[in-house]
């Protein structure tokens, strides 16, 4: 293709990895690394608050479930704000809310003010992903896109093990230990400055607004970055070359279409019933898992020791996938990742010694945060520019009904079969993901849609 006639998102495709994805995705990946550290913190600061405050399994499931109720509605408002104002403004201002709601929660004097704070925490954590992973994914070079998406998601293990590593050490410190673990958490809020002032916004965004100065200034300096690595063979880069015979895009009054159209509407269910089931799984395993050793007679602080070297597994399931989600595709590779979280919920469920423990936990947290890094590669190359961020948001925001559903059926499980019926539960839930997976086209290697 003649590089005068490329538009920007071609000429977006066809660049190599540069310095300024990398700059795109570290300063993305941090913003989801705080949203990580803050979701992980809860599960700590419930088994402390079990502990301190001598809440019932019931109280707990409520501070644990709220901020998913926050998050669910967080994601759909914010995914289609994403469209409508741009997705950097909606990350800086997700990070300003939940970062001070965060802060505010150290100083909660009672129950009702603590999950009142945590709604407001969730409003915040929602609406964020969806629109990082869209961001991201939309300055991704074709070839690179699943492998960039997964490795942002990769910095959920990074914030996961923050968490950890603050709720093992801070945590036990003192009976106020969860409030200076809480009170950490207000860092996003000086990160949302240079979320603001440092990542560029969406050139789909700016195109459909009619701002092309701003779509060619972002892409130039794209293309003016150097490689951080050149394939073998590779043709010398032309893309800084003027343009001047390339048309500018069409203005925005086409009609939008909807998710729920007849071309988009068997992806948009196999990707929210996905969505309902990790969610499901995932937050109603880990959020209690601190406060589910305690129950089995570890102290505090063992507790918290398993959860860390658990977690410390989400980082190679991380690699693992993005290496295979380029070599394998899409599909495939969040398909076995989920039949792989099913096993390890199953073995989870039976374990019965702290090896069997720490071994089937650390299996669980391989395969599930690979299936999400998958997942969240695959939400955006779904839908076309006008409903991407809406199309990401909605399926995260159905997700997180599971995600306000899981914390709240961990103790009547409990009650019903122990251990073996909740992972049994969360096994079968991972399995009906992998299987609604044959439902999603395969977009390895393909440009995103623009319609």
């Known amino acids: 293709m003649r590089p005068e006639t490329r538009t920007r998102t071609e000429r977006l495709d066809e660049l190599p990895f540069t310095r300024r994805h990398g700059r795109l995705l570290v300063g993305s990946g941090v913003g989801w690394a705080l949203d990580a550290m803050d979701v992980g913190l809860i599960s700590f600061v419930m088994a402390a608050l079990a502990v301190h405050w001598d809440l019932s399994k019931t109280q707990l499931s409520w501070v644990g479930s709220i901020g998913f109720v926050g998050m669910a509605i967080g994601a759909s408002v914010g995914g289609l704000l994403a469209d409508r104002i741009g997705r950097r403004q909606v990350f800086a201002a997700t990070l300003l809310v939940y970062g001070l709601a965060t802060g505010a929660t150290a100083l909660a004097g009672s129950l009702a003010v603590l999950i009142a704070l945590r709604f407001v925490v969730g409003l915040g954590l929602g609406a964020e992903l969806p629109v990082a992973s869209t961001l991201v994914s939309e300055y991704a070079p074709r070839k690179q896109r699943g492998r960039m998406v997964v490795a942002l998601e990769a910095f959920w293990a990074v914030g996961w093990i923050l968490a950890a ?137 063992k507790s918290f020791q398993y959860t860390l070297v658990i977690t410390l597994a989400q980082l190679p399931g991380y690699a693992m996938a993005a290496w295979l989600i380029e070599a394998w595709g899409r599909r495939g590779t969040l398909a076995t990742f989920l039949l792989g979280s099913a096993i390890a919920a199953g073995l989870f469920g039976l374990a019965d010694s702290p090896t069997q423990i720490v071994a089937a936990g650390m299996a669980l947290s ?86």
């Open 165 to 301: 590593l603050i709720g093992y050490f801070l945590i036990p410190l003192s009976d106020d230990g969860w409030r200076w673990a809480l009170a950490v958490g207000i860092v996003p809020t000086a990160y949302a400055v240079v979320v603001r002032l440092g990542l560029p916004e969406s050139v789909r965004f700016l195109e459909g607004r009619g701002r092309y100065a701003e779509a060619e200034a972002a892409v130039r300096s794209f293309e003016e970055s150097p490689p951080i690595r050149r394939a073998q063979g590779t043709a010398p880069d032309t893309a800084t070359e003027p343009r001047p015979g390339r048309p500018d895009p069409p203005a925005d009054d086409t009609v939008v279409e909807s998710i729920w159209s007849p071309r988009l509407r068997r992806r948009t269910g196999a990707l929210w019933a996905i969505w309902f089931c990790i969610n499901l799984s995932y937050y109603g395993a880990f959020i209690w898992l601190p406060s589910l050793l305690l129950a089995q007679g570890f102290d505090l602080v």
């Open 366 to 451: 391989f395969f599930n945060l690979g299936a999400w890094g998958a997942l969240y590669a695959i939400g955006p190359e779904l839908y076309p520019t006008t409903v991407r961020g809406a199309g990401t948001g909605a399926a995260a925001a159905f997700g997180r009904i599971a995600s306000i559903i899981a914390p709240l059926i961990v103790p009547w499980l409990l009650t019903g079969g122990g251990n073996g019926l909740v992972f049994g539960v969360f096994a079968v839930s991972f399995g009906f993901a992998a299987a609604a997976t044959l439902a999603l086209p395969e977009l390895k290697g393909q440009a995103l849609a623009e319609r």
